[in-house]
């Protein structure tokens, strides 16, 4: 806990040079958000037919964060958050979950980096958000940072009426460094473009994504590496802005061969594509905003890296061989969200998601249902 100590000793120093920030630009800035959660599982099958036991759980999730501008191009910045620090995925707590009666929380960094923005670039290093463009976390889990080097370039940027931008996302993230040179590392490369067309009412966004030996299994769990190369097209579209009404698919598909692969199931050799649909109705970001969003999702097994992926969906995880991360894909189903804006940054959201297996690895297909109910509140 030494580290944790030592960044809140850092925000109890600075904090009184916010007092100084110049007009131009703020110095230091403070986020935070706090959640609880009411989530409870149900009929929810495994691949031996047995059904699992209905699951009732109440959960909360803590993040306290702080930037810090150096001049107006150079910023350092970072986030701790509740959590299993060897769940990248999940930085819930499940409340009576601890070993030990009413034990201690943990808290772990998830965000550590330095950021350089100059005109129409944005560079950083060290462990931050990755520089995609996404309207789900279906491929990417938004409480996933990786670490290494990411930038966005706008390359081009107009008020016309049909080229509004033109964005470039990149990175070189290393997943697992081996001691050896850097093509030795497990890591991942992203190169995607971001194109706002129509007034920005049109967002087409094409991407190619690499990733490099990879275990199978997380946490050092793996009995084998493997590579994706994985080349994703989104397409979303605005119908309406007050209120917003807005259509989005996503498309995946890992070009790798694996045919040659005998540690992959024959069944799942060919399972490497997938596609999202979306039809989002409302926001809230004001007093009063609401929302009403419907998902689905039909995602092979190898379209998506499942424990970089969301763990929302379902309750499929990689428990069973002494890992965290959730294993949810080769799956389809839908997700259906409402929520409701009580002020800004102040919100209510219920979630539900009805999910089963694609191809069938066991005796029977895998299922499961969930339902949540979350009370936001950030600063």
């Known amino acids: 806990m030494k580290h944790i100590f030592l960044f809140l000793l850092l925000l109890i120093s600075v904090s009184t040079w916010a007092q100084k920030d110049s007009i131009e630009y703020q110095k230091l800035k403070f986020t935070g958000d706090f959640r609880f ?3 409870h599982d149900w009929n929810s099958q495994n691949s031996n037919g047995i059904l699992r036991d209905d699951r009732s759980r109440l959960r909360y999730r803590f993040r306290f964060g702080l930037n810090y501008a150096i001049d107006k191009h150079s910023s350092f910045g970072g986030r701790v958050r509740s959590g299993n620090i060897n769940d990248q995925q999940g930085p819930h707590v499940t409340i009576g979950g601890s070993k030990g ?8 960094f998830e965000k550590l980096f330095y950021k350089y923005k100059r005109k129409n670039l944005t560079a950083w290093f060290g462990k931050n958000s ?4 996404k309207s789900n976390e279906l491929f990417w889990n938004d409480n996933v940072f990786p670490e290494g080097l990411g930038l966005e370039y706008k390359m081009l940027e107009h008020e016309t009426n049909f080229l509004n931008l033109l964005t470039l ?13 850097f093509d030795k590392d497990s890591y991942l490369q992203i190169a995607q473009l971001e194109l706002n067309i129509l007034r920005k009412r049109v967002n087409i966004f094409p991407g190619f994504y690499r990733f490099k030996k990879v ?3 997380p946490d050092g769990e793996e009995t084998f590496n493997l590579n994706y190369s994985i080349f994703h097209l989104g397409f979303d579209v605005e119908i309406t802005r007050k209120p917003i009404l807005n259509l989005g698919v996503e ?35 004001k007093k009063g905003d ?21 763990n929302d969906w379902a309750r499929w995880d990689y428990s069973s061989i002494g890992a965290t991360g959730s294993r949810i894909s080769n799956f389809q189903g839908i997700e259906l969200r409402l929520g409701y804006a009580f002020k800004e940054k102040f919100n209510l959201i219920l979630r539900s998601y009805f999910v089963e297996e694609l191809i069938q690895i066991g005796n029977f297909k ?8 979350d009370l936001n509140i950030g600063f």
């Open 169 to 181: 996302n990149a990175g070189h993230f290393i997943i697992q460094s081996n001691n050896q040179t």
């Open 37 to 39: 959660r009411i989530e």
């Open 130 to 133: 990755i520089p995609l463009k």
């Open 251 to 285: 498309f995946y598909n890992n070009f790798e061969d694996y045919s040659n692969n005998d540690s992959i199931p024959s069944i799942l050799k060919e399972q490497k594509k997938g596609f999202v649909t979306s039809i989002k109705y409302g926001e809230i970001k």
């Open 215 to 217: 275990g199978n299994f």
């Open 366 to 373: 895998e299922n499961g249902n969930r339902i949540r109910l």
């Open 290 to 310: 609401w929302l009403v969003h419907l998902y689905y999702a039909n995602l092979q097994k190898f379209a998506v890296v499942d424990y970089f992926a969301q």
């Open 101 to 108: 009666e009413f034990g201690l929380t943990q808290i772990g």
